[in-house]
């Protein structure tokens, strides 16, 4: 973080009752490199989310695509847009071709992070995270059991390379 706003915020979530638990820490430059040598430029500190369960996304999403290019059921359409929702597993995208499947899931990126709240208590209200409410109205939102998938993760692997061929 930079700067006396970006400091109270994390400051803010550090008190947060539920910090603890979440595993959030603000720390100094130096720990924050210590824990992502990855880290440049110059910040004042860091919020450190312990329990985040973030990747890094440039590998992981090369990663990912190499497995799933392993199974005759997998297509990748790069430079694609999905415009529209037209049905319980059918998506248009920008070039006008419907896409249906098993599952839609639909992996907006950072984007659209400033139009969701990340904590149940604080509430998105701009021009965008009204239109995201509208959009989203009748679909239904995916919340997985972290704690389960921790516990089995490796036996659904096996499962979805079971059931793909992979």
């Known amino acids: 973080m930079r700067g006396d706003?970006?400091?109270?915020?994390?400051?803010?979530?550090?008190?947060?009752?539920?910090?603890?638990?979440?595993?959030?820490?603000?720390?100094?430059?130096?720990?924050?490199?210590?824990?992502?040598?990855?880290?440049?430029?110059?910040?004042?500190?860091?919020?450190?989310?312990?329990?985040?369960?973030?990747?890094?996304?440039?590998?992981?999403?090369?990663?990912?695509?190499?497995?799933?290019?392993?199974s005759p059921g997998y297509t990748f359409l790069p430079d694609r847009e999905v415009r529209e929702v037209v049905g319980e597993r059918a998506v248009r995208d920008d070039h006008g071709e419907v896409h249906t499947g098993d599952a839609v899931v639909l992996c907006t990126g950072a984007w659209l992070a400033a139009s969701c709240a990340s904590w149940p208590d604080v509430k998105a209200t701009d021009a965008d995270a009204i239109a995201l409410t509208e959009l989203m109205d009748g679909v239904e939102v995916f919340e997985p059991d972290w704690a389960d998938i921790e516990k089995n993760l490796t036996s659904y692997i096996d499962a979805w390379k079971e059931a793909t061929g992979s």
């Open 5 to 70: 706003l970006e400091r109270a915020v994390a400051e803010a979530a550090v008190a947060r009752p539920d910090a603890a638990a979440r595993g959030y820490k603000l720390l100094a430059p130096g720990e924050a490199r210590a824990v992502n040598p990855a880290l440049r430029g110059d910040f004042d500190a860091a919020l450190y989310c312990e329990r985040d369960a973030a990747v890094e996304p440039r590998t992981a999403q090369l990663a990912l695509r190499a497995e799933l290019l392993k």
